[in-house]
C-alpha cells in the first residue's frame, strides 16, 4: 500500500506540468510607442528587447541571464496587434519552450520594467552582449533608457 500514497503525488506532479503548458498561452506582439521610438511589446503590454550576442533564430540566452532576461515564449503561433508585421514573426525552440522571434530575432522581456512602456533595461551590457528594445521595424533601438511611456498596447 506504500506504492498509492507515491503513485498519487506522481499524478498530481503530471496534472500539474500539464496544467502549466496548458496555462502558456498563444503570445501576441504589439506595438507601443514613447520617446525612443514605436517598438515591439508582448503580450502583457510590456516592452521587448533583443540580444546582440543571439543570433538569427538562435537565442544565447540562459541560466543566470534568463532570469533577469525571460524569453517570450507561446503555445501556438503568436498573434499580431498594431503596427507589427505578421510576417516577421516566429517561433524557436528554447530549452522545452517555443520562444518568439521577430525578423529571425529572439524576443525577451526584462524583470526590472514594471510597467508598460518602461525600458529600464535599455542599454544594459551582459557579457560582452548589449541589450536594447527592437522597433517595429525588426531593428534595435539604441535611445536612452525609459521608464514609464506612453503605456498604449
Known sequence: MR???TMLALGA???SAGAALAATPVATVGSDSSRIGT???GTNGHTLYVYSRDKKNKSNCSGGCAKNWR???TRGKPKVKGSVKAAALGTIKHGSSEQVTYDGHPLYYYAGDTVSGDASGQGTKLNGGVWTVIGTNGSPI???KT???SGGY
Open 3 to 5: 506504492k498509492l500514497p
Open 142 to 144: 539604441t535611445a536612452s
Open 13 to 15: 506532479v503530471l496534472l
Open 147 to 149: 521608464k514609464s511611456g
Open 39 to 41: 517598438f515591439l511589446v
Open 71 to 73: 524569453a517570450l515564449v
